[in-house]
């Protein structure tokens, strides 16, 4: 196996290692200035859609959705299902207005990735693939968490987002905790140090994977007072330390994946069930033994689970759990055959994803039926509370965490609201996950989340429903059989909508397969399975 794609990776104990590396050693080509995208105008309107608010409103159409500038400025019902609209309804459109007629499609807003990393290096991923593969699935917000490619970088193309310089969504900048220091943190007051200091340039939030707890508690106390947010990937290496309740007592705003959270409704042990001869750089052992942990952790329904959620509840606390980036562990040739490699994943990125000790989920020594059938034992009890836990209010994203483990910016993300569904999220509740949970998260919910009169213009259209079938939101998007008994390619995303700016989501992704095909034919490159001649 070539060797060029050793990593630094910028992941749970290695963090602070690769903080330290320069921003031009870290960061990834940067995004080219915009070229495509149409807006704002003075007044754009889009006619005769099925509006679905993202608040979990049933949908509701025809709708004309008037928008001025990049603040949507009317909604108004026009008519009934099947009956020809009466143009008296309508919104009168001032002169050189844009239309969208939209008979027959759905608006939804723009979609919220609350777990996006910005492509890496070690993926070999420029800014512009993955930002036309977010903008593609109608993505028009993501979370970077980590700032991988250095804080600066992504502090950069956040006010080129920001600005509608670049083709690219909203970012809201999470700098991992320690990145950018001249040393390890070691005590409370280099913590909240450190916290003023990427405060001082404009960071939103932090990215943790834990940490001493008196150090943790300091830095949650002063990113409060600098109106900072939070999320924590509760690595298993600091979990014995801080559990997931531990942090939301302490003020954390989110939890990533389900790491700590199992741990949190341990009953019989503090510990998770080593095996004695585990070792955590070892990715195997570690990805094959989170696949036994949710079995450790209390019964559904329990009290001590029940005592969890509820305390959780209390604290107005967010689960991100990104259901996809795990799916690998429980159908490894799903992930790895998905459709959309061939022409949408680069050579480099899927040389990152082939088997490997040294490259960061990658794991795949000798993946097996038992461990399959462990990591689905594991998905059915994380669901269970996850799900539950929105039945009780509490609040739950989407989040992708793509570039990692066979799963694609963009793609991935419409892969998670499917997982969603499985667990047991009506359609209209995933949308709602998708949009307003996360607005909610990031504190921008008057701005963004949802389909409402003074709102920005961040939507979403499709030509097919989403609620009825989810995978027409994939790039790809879903086959159907017509009534001549041709296979045929429906959905996709028809249009993305960014602070009243219209892309034509398919030409970005065409973007995507043009930048795949160049990079393959410079390297005479075709896709092969792992261990296959």
Known sequence: MKKHYLLLCVWAVSIFSA???????????????????????????????????????????????????????????????????????????????????????????GFIDMHGHIGGKAQGTPAEYVFKLWMGHGITTIRDP??????????????????????????EAYPAFGLGAEKKISSPEEARKWVQSIAA????????????????????????????????????????????????????????????????????????????????????????EAGNLWKQAAEPYSEKWNAVMNELLELDFTIDPTFNIYEA???????????????????????????????????????????EVDWKHNYQLWMTFVNEYKNRGGRVTTGSDSGYIYQLYGFAYIRELELLREAGFHPLEVIRAATLKGAEALGRDKEIGTVEVGKLADLVLVEENPLSNLKVLYGTGAIKLSESNEVERVGGVKYTIKDGIIYDAKALLNDVKHIVEDAKKEEGFEIKQPGMN
């Open 146 to 171: 980590s700032t991988g490619n250095g804080l600066d970088w992504v502090l950069e193309h956040k006010e080129k987002s920001d600005k509608n310089e670049i083709t690219a969504p909203r970012i």
């Open 201 to 288: 340039k404009g960071a939103d939030g932090i990215k943790f994977f834990g940490a001493r707890p008196d150090i943790m508690e300091a830095a949650l106390d002063e990113a409060k007072k600098h109106n900072l947010r939070s999320a924590c990937h509760h690595a298993q290496t600091d979990v014995a330390w801080l559990n997931v309740l531990n942090t939301a007592r302490m003020g954390l705003t989110s939890m990533e994946h389900w790491y700590g959270l199992p741990e949190a409704m341990f009953t019989d042990r503090t510990i998770q069930d080593y095996p004695a001869d585990y070792n955590y750089q070892n990715e195997q052992d570690r990805f094959a």
């Open 329 to 371: 562990n429980r159908d490894f040739m799903r992930a790895r055959r998905a459709e959309w490699h061939e022409e949408y994943t680069l050579p480099s990125l899927w040389r990152f994803y082939q088997p490997s000790r040294v490259s960061h989920g990658s794991h795949w020594h000798f993946w097996s039926t038992e461990k």
């Open 19 to 109: 903080s330290l590396l320069t921003a031009q050693d870290r960061g990834i080509a940067k995004a080219p200035d915009r070229t495509q995208g149409v807006g704002p105008f003075d007044q754009l309107i889009i006619r005769g859609a099925t509006l679905i608010n993202g608040a979990g409103s049933p949908a509701i159409g025809p709708v004309d959705v008037v928008i001025e500038q990049n603040k949507i400025t009317d909604i108004r019902v026009v008519g009934y299902p099947g009956v020809e609209i009466n143009e008296n309804r309508r919104p009168e459109a001032k002169e050189n207005a844009k239309i969208i007629d939209a008979e027959g499609m759905f608006l939804l807003p």
